[in-house]
């Protein structure tokens, strides 16, 4: 199970966009994850005319290390640690390390 998923809000705690806030748009298989409006970049792009495309430069999205991010806990409104809990029936659940409330209400 992923502590960090797909539609998750986080908060950046390294790097130069250190304290900013963002939701994940995909979970690469390499631990990166791709987040919106975070560690973005000014790409080249030749024009195509085939598909109806200007070119000229454009910004991408670049992904950043899972490390590099946490789970934003909106009840302290910082980033917290995720852990996985177990119920009585053996399904997973992610709670927040601080103050044990479930990620997924």
């Not at 080249?44 to 000229?56: E, I, M, Q, S, T």
């Amino acid at each position: 199970m992923n502590k960090i998923r797909k539609g998750d809000e986080i908060i950046v705690i390294t790097g130069k966009d250190k304290g900013r806030t963002g939701t994940v748009l995909q979970v690469m298989d390499d631990d990166r994850v791709l987040v919106e409006g975070i560690n973005v970049a000014k790409k080249h792009v030749k024009a195509n005319p085939n598909k109806n495309d200007p070119g000229g430069i454009k910004d991408k999205n670049m992904p950043l290390h899972i490390s590099n991010v946490q789970l934003y806990n909106p009840s302290t409104k910082k980033g917290d640690r995720v852990g996985i809990q177990i119920d009585a029936d053996g399904n997973k659940s992610r709670v927040f390390r601080s103050n044990n409330e479930a990620v997924d209400v």
